[in-house]
């Protein structure tokens, strides 16, 4: 998979050797199904369970 990200929408791009926690989720409505990259418990909103991304 491969996803463009707006950085300029978003504040800019980051500096080299900075972080940023993110998650990527998904959820199908015709089979009730959620999947997510950083695995979350009640949501998909739940900052403290995100991943982190390097630049």
């Known amino acids: 998979m491969e996803i463009a990200i707006p950085w300029r929408e978003i504040g800019g791009r980051p500096a080299a050797g900075s972080s940023r926690r993110a998650n990527l989720c998904r959820q199908r409505r015709a089979v ?7 695995t979350t418990v009640s949501g998909f909103i739940e900052p403290a369970r995100f991943g982190v991304w390097s630049f």
Not at 32 to 38: H, Q, R, T, V
Request: hydrophobic letters at 30%; one cysteine or more.
């Open 32 to 38: 009730p199904e959620l999947s997510c990259w950083s």
